[in-house]
């Protein structure tokens, strides 16, 4: 329980402007049941690392942790990212601690590495059993940041072919989980060598990684572009 405000509490101060912005980490979340959690593990968020610290002015520690879903370390990232292409399994007390992280003022990304969509999705109803993904409008500010997205998510790799789409849990108001489906942000952000993306793709998975940051660290605000 104190570890839930006090996460809250500096997530407050920090964008109140009460204290500087500290050297923070993202991680990439670990977890059971066989699916290969560590699929872009190499270079999908040390680059998104390095493109919001140059754009975005943050100051986010260069190498990315890896937690697992039911440690307690998970409440030092205000961001977790998780992919994958096969199974998922969170144990009731990796679902009670990803849900205190959650509702104590954590954020989750899911990014659909293809195939992931009929693992997570049962994972996730066992961590918010009272909510369901809902499509978010394209224009939530999420989509509005740094980066104008007027149209929602890019279309980063083809998977089957169907329009992106970017789901969210919202609990008691907050949006909490950020689901991009049939879009691939995290393929998006690794090096040419690993996809062979076009520049352009590239920086649109950036763009809109960045203002997934973003979006996290101003609290949910719309940001006034200049």
């Given at each position: 329980?104190?570890?839930?405000?006090i996460f809250?509490?500096?997530?407050?101060?920090?964008?109140?402007?009460?204290?500087?912005?500290?050297?923070?980490?993202?991680?990439?979340?670990?977890?059971?049941?066989?699916?290969?959690?560590?699929?872009?593990?190499?270079?999908?968020?040390?680059?998104?690392?390095?493109?919001?610290?140059?754009?975005?002015?943050?100051?986010?520690n260069?190498?990315?942790?890896?937690?697992?879903?039911?440690?307690?370390?998970?409440?030092?990232?205000?961001?977790?990212?998780?992919?994958?292409?096969?199974?998922?399994?969170?144990?009731?007390?990796?679902?009670?601690?990803?849900?205190?992280?959650?509702?104590?003022?954590?954020?989750?990304?899911?990014?659909?590495?293809?195939?992931?969509?009929?693992?997570?999705?049962?994972?996730?109803?066992?961590?918010?059993?009272?909510?369901?993904?809902?499509?978010?409008?394209?224009?939530?500010?999420?989509?509005?940041?740094?980066?104008?997205?007027?149209?929602?998510?890019?279309?980063?790799?083809?998977?089957?072919?169907?329009?992106?789409?970017?789901?969210?849990?919202?609990?008691?108001g907050?949006?909490?989980?950020?689901?991009?489906?049939?879009?691939?942000?995290?393929?998006?952000?690794?090096?040419?060598?690993?996809?062979?993306?076009?520049?352009?793709?590239?920086?649109?998975?950036?763009?809109?990684?960045?203002?997934?940051?973003?979006?996290?660290?101003?609290?949910?605000?719309?940001?006034?572009?200049?």
């Amino acid at each position: 329980m104190y570890k839930k405000i006090i996460f809250s509490f500096i997530i407050i101060m920090v964008v109140a402007g009460f204290i500087p912005a500290p050297s923070y980490q993202i991680a990439l979340l670990k977890y059971g049941g066989g699916g290969d959690w560590y699929a872009n593990l190499e270079t999908s968020l040390p680059n998104l690392i390095e493109f919001c610290n140059t754009n975005l002015k943050t100051n986010i520690n260069p190498e990315q942790a890896t937690v697992e879903v039911g440690s307690p370390d998970i409440y030092n990232y205000p961001f977790v990212h998780i992919t994958g292409h096969g199974n998922i399994v969170f144990n009731s007390q990796e679902t009670d601690n990803l849900r205190n992280y959650l509702i104590g003022g954590g954020f989750l990304h899911i990014s659909d590495n293809y195939g992931i969509d009929k693992f997570i999705r049962p994972q996730m109803k066992k961590v918010f059993p009272e909510l369901d993904f809902i499509e978010l409008p394209f224009s939530h500010p999420i989509y509005h940041q740094k980066y104008d997205f007027p149209n929602g998510l890019p279309k980063i790799h083809e998977h089957d072919g169907k329009a992106p789409q970017g789901f969210g849990l919202i609990y008691q108001g907050r949006l909490v989980c950020f689901y991009d489906y049939e879009c691939d942000l995290g393929d998006g952000w690794e090096s040419f060598e690993v996809h062979k993306d076009s520049p352009e793709m590239h920086q649109k998975a950036l763009k809109m990684g960045a203002n997934m940051i973003q979006y996290v660290l101003m609290g949910g605000e719309n940001v006034v572009k200049k």
